[in-house]
């Protein structure tokens, strides 16, 4: 299998060093990816490094996954315009522990294959080189000319903040992990985003005058959206890979909120289907769009990818609670945990258990809890149909609400029209 045809074509190939394609060709080749342990969870921005990786050892090639406890301690000033907070030790060894977990869900560790992934620590080998050793070994290596060349630095200089010395050897402290990985584990392939290039290349050229060796190098564009908005947030901020922080059936809505131009685009960076396929999806959605046929696809491909089939059947059912009207023997169905996953975001109102002990008549209900303004509109909407309760339809305005009504014993749903919903909490 030709990986960079196949990246190519996905549009995840930016810059590529001369030979790469070749020596991806010629024989099973080690590959690295950094990943940088600001926090116990990647998000949707790690996943294109992460799919990187994936394709890497699909294609019969060995993956490696850094996680920089080292540089973590630095912080990577790469079009960063302020220095990034350093953190400690504990915190370290606790976010990569995270990450370790979730890039298993993805790669393949098993030491039974001859390509199985390795996860490497970059603090592991510089926790014992002390400074005087770094400089007189390393840096000598690297002049400050070519240091300062990089497009990343150039802009810190020229900024108001400039740039601290821990953050200017950042990139040759970069450079000397691709080095230890190229002499410890024959590793002659480093891979990221294209933020990254002038500290990648600084690796190889570290490695060309330091171990006379020849390494390669390719980076993937940085995404963004195509109204030229930061891919990977929400409203909420950043879209994470652990359930606990980014609901599965938040995940699955992200995706497919997606405008149609960036769909089309995303459709072939994150999945694995093939080149066919999605060419037919991108001419079925042409034709309709209003269907969201890629978006669905995608969100669906995804959300099994990142969290499983289950989670995606629980997203499925999830989405249809809130946009179709025959749900409601599904809300029934809910545990409070999956009821309050789909309720995030929709406004809740507070009511006291003792009001509806005898029951209270919807028109009073409506209006004491302003979900309507008064029992006059509250009429007109249950006259109208526009009244459901626990996506039941409300018929009658003399229907009682009561502690019947109550889903697992505290909450009640009210939707009012289409697309508004109401959480009754009730306490």
Not at 166 to 174: A, G, N, P, S
Request: with cysteine; charged share 25%; net charge negative.
């Amino acid at each position: 299998m030709n990986l960079i045809e196949e990246l190519r074509w996905r549009g995840m190939v930016q810059d590529i060093m001369p030979g790469t394609e070749e020596q991806l060709l010629k024989e099973m080749t080690s590959a690295y990816v950094g990943f940088d342990p600001t926090a116990d969870s990647l998000h949707i921005g790690s996943l294109v490094p992460i799919l990187l990786l994936v394709h890497l050892q699909r294609a019969g090639h060995k993956p490696f996954a850094l996680v920089g406890g080292a540089t973590g301690m630095v912080g990577d000033p790469s079009f960063k315009a302020e220095e990034r907070k350093m953190l400690d030790l504990d915190t370290l060894a606790h976010n990569q522990n995270g990450i370790k977990a979730q890039l298993e869900k993805f790669l393949d560790f098993d030491p039974a294959r001859p390509n199985a992934a390795e996860m490497v620590n970059n603090f592991d080998w510089f926790k014992d080189i002390s400074f005087l050793d770094f400089i007189r070994d390393t840096g000598k290596h690297i002049t400050v000319n070519y240091m300062m060349s990089k497009d990343s630095v150039k802009r810190r200089l020229e900024g108001d903040s400039g740039m601290s010395f821990t953050e200017f050897t950042y990139q040759l402290i970069q450079g000397y992990d691709f080095y230890h990985l190229y002499t410890a584990k024959n590793c002659k392939l480093q891979m990221g985003g294209s933020d990254q290039w002038g500290n990648i290349v600084t690796g190889t050229e570290l490695i060309r005058r330091k171990a006379n060796g020849e390494a390669f190098a390719f980076t993937c564009p940085l995404l963004k959206k195509a109204d030229g908005s930061k891919f990977g947030k929400s409203e909420r901020g950043n879209i994470w890979l652990d359930p606990q922080k980014t609901s599965p059936y938040l995940f699955y809505q992200f995706w497919v909120k997606t405008a149609d131009e960036d769909a089309k685009n995303y459709i072939k960076i994150f999945t694995f289907l093939g080149q066919e396929e999605i060419n037919t999806l991108i001419a079925a959605h042409d034709q309709d769009p209003g269907k969201r046929q890629l978006q669905k696809k995608l969100a669906e491909e995804l959300t099994v990818f990142v969290h499983g089939q289950t989670e995606l059947e629980f997203a499925l059912k999830a989405s249809d609670l809130l946009f179709r009207n025959d749900t409601a023997e599904v809300l029934q169905s809910l545990t409070e945990s999956q009821l309050l996953e789909i309720m995030d975001g929709v406004p809740q109102v507070a009511v006291a258990a003792a009001d509806l002990e005898a029951g209270k008549d919807i028109l009073s209900f409506l209006a004491e809890t302003n979900i309507l303004p008064s029992k006059g509109e509250a009429r007109k909407m249950i006259q109208n149909n526009g009244i459901s309760i626990n996506k039941v339809k409300v018929s009658a305005i003399d229907k009682m609400v009561d502690k019947s009504l109550l889903l697992n014993d505290k909450y009640i749903l009210v939707q009012r029209g289409k697309n508004n919903y109401y959480l009754v909490i009730v306490k």
